[in-house]
């Protein structure tokens, strides 16, 4: 049914005027039951759709988006990849999740842009160099790439940044060569497709409203504004709305929603060598391959639910963007928006069964899940499948708040609003 | 977003840091641990109207209780905490 995209069938339309060319999915009116419906239609929804038909065989899969698919924070990331962490619950998973970057576009036969143009994550004293270098060692003992660059180094490749700034000297950096960026809708769509060819249905414009749970609790329908859905199992996969459809079933979880913003320049002539994070604050910035700056920096600092960012982040954003590379007050910015990250207590996501049987939680992704997207499609799969955790997720656990097993790698306790 | 501070008037929320939801008091000693990890981690995050401690750092440096719509921001009551009703 899906055509496989190629040179050839891309030669083959050029001939015909492009007029050939039929949806990439299919658009799924539900049906009254499934063995397994997703909630949430972005990247993390649509990739364990995917897995969960294709490495585990799973014939009856529904996702279920409120809005249309890729419209929540699956559009509205920097794009980013990597997996330079340094805790040993994260390194194993991000760096899955980078190899399946890695094999992606061809797995799924659709370009997803995926681009290894290097992060750079900047120093700007001693004590921070010793602080990447202890990072850059526990990468190396997972076998993830990682490589500490004095400021001559970084001089060469970014020669714009203020290096002999009198607050912010940059010492050097450490430098992930094989991260980069990916383009969002793409992965999004290419994940969509996948799934959709293998039977999946995406049903669009269908939110979910209600949990039906049987007389032991167990959840076994789902209400939604397209009618009641049968499923033997339920993943949520909802990201800034994970507290609002878990409340659904008559849980709190320990997620606090907040407001992430990002920003676009006007489209230049390349300039930024890959990604490259200011350390003395909180800023970061890319260029797109249509040669917008692509920058982002804090959270708004308050809970919000608005996907709209407040003006005093946008000023400290351009604050710190000029502290780092001034020539960036010569670009106009073009757009700034805003999405709902799903805060954790410790900072790292979750993935895991929950209290209600048939129930299971995907989220807490933070402001990092876009370059989680495979892997946590590929393990909440094998956690819906197989009922057992993914070795790589396995650290990801609802219940390390009360055991004390936190995944803190910034040490910054249970304050959102300042990891 | 501006707050009316009882003491010191209209501000701008930049002058402010939230802390969060003011989530009731916290448990006794004799609770156990599994009400203090509730008390710690756990949120109703809502969204709409909620009660939120927020600090007045550049201004009197007094903890308020806000009420805030988490959706709009649209801010209702502020009042000094340790007078608010918990
Ligand atoms: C400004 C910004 C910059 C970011 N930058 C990066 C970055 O550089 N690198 C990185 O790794 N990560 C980044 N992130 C984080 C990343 O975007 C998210 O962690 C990730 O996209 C979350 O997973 P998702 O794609 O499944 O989420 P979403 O795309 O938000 O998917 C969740 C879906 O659930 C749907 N939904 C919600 N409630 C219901 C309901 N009741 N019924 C049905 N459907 C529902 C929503 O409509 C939404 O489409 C950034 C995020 C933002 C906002
Ligand atoms: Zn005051």
Redesign the pocket.
Known sequence: MTKRYSLLSLARQAISGHRGWMPAWRDATPRDRYDIVV???????LATAYYLAKVFGEKSVAV????W?????????????RSNYLLPGNIPFYEHSLKLWEGLEQDLNYNAMVSQRGIINLFHSDEQRDAHERRGNAMRLHGVDAELLDADAVRKMAPFLDFDNARFPIFGGLRQKRAGTARHDAVVWGFARGASARGVDIIQN????GMVRDASGRVVALD?TRGRIGAGKVGM?????SS??AALADLRLPIESHV???FVSEGLKPVIPGVITFGAGHFYISQSDKGGLVF?GDLDGYKSYAQRGNLPIVEDVCEEAMALMPMIGRARLLRS?????DMTMDGSPIMDRTPVPGLYLNGG?????????PASGWCFAHLLSRDEPHPVAASYRLDRFATGRLIDEKGSGPQPNLQ | MIIDCPHCGSRDSGEFFMRGQAAGPRPEYADGQDAFAVYVYDRTNLAGMQREHWYHAAGCRSWLVVERDTRSHVVGSVAIAGKAVA
């Open positions: 909630i949430g239609g972005g990247g993390h929804g279920l988006e409120k809005g698919i890729g419209g929540g924070n699956a559009g509205r990331n920097t794009t980013i990849i269908c939110e979910v409203t939604t996969a909802v990201a800034g709305n609002r459809v992430l913003q990002a982002g928006w805003g999405g709902i990250m992704w933070c402001y990092g899940g876009f370059k989680a997207t």
